[in-house]
């Protein structure tokens, strides 16, 4: 059974930082680009970054310089670094593998975790 599990959020402060992992089961991780995608409560699901297949990286503007994403083939593992976390980080994260290149658009993701609970709080 194909499958992608999150795992690694929690509850951190503002200016802290956790460590997202994307581990697949069923399928070869590195064949994929591998996007994370989050939620808000009453928002849309929005891209945050992706790594493709050859290594290279993607941010959406309100992470850049704070989180990065990598891959650890032999692991069959993504992870997302996040640093300098802020009040809105607050999200439900999703892992999803895509058998194209990174794109932001949820629809061209073929498998998806069920995702990861972050919340920035004082």
């Known amino acids: 059974q194909l499958q992608l599990v999150e795992s690694g959020g929690g509850m951190v402060h503002p200016g802290g930082s956790l460590r997202l992992s994307c581990v697949a089961s069923?399928?070869?991780?590195?064949?994929?680009?591998i996007g994370w995608f989050r939620q808000a409560p009453g928002k849309e699901r929005e891209g945050v970054s992706c790594?493709?297949?050859?290594?290279?990286?993607y941010y959406a503007d309100s992470v850049k310089g704070r989180f990065t994403i990598s891959r650890d083939n032999a692991k069959n593992t993504v992870y997302l670094q996040m640093n300098s976390l802020k009040f809105e980080d607050t999200a439900v994260y999703y892992c999803?593998?895509?058998?194209?290149?990174?794109?932001?658009?949820?629809?061209?993701?073929?498998?998806w975790g069920q995702g990861t609970q972050v919340t920035v709080s004082s």
């Open positions: 999803a593998a895509n058998a194209e290149l990174c794109v932001f658009v949820r629809n061209r993701y073929d498998y």
């Open positions: 069923g399928f070869t991780l590195d064949d994929y680009a």
């Open positions: 790594i493709n297949s050859d290594g290279n990286t």
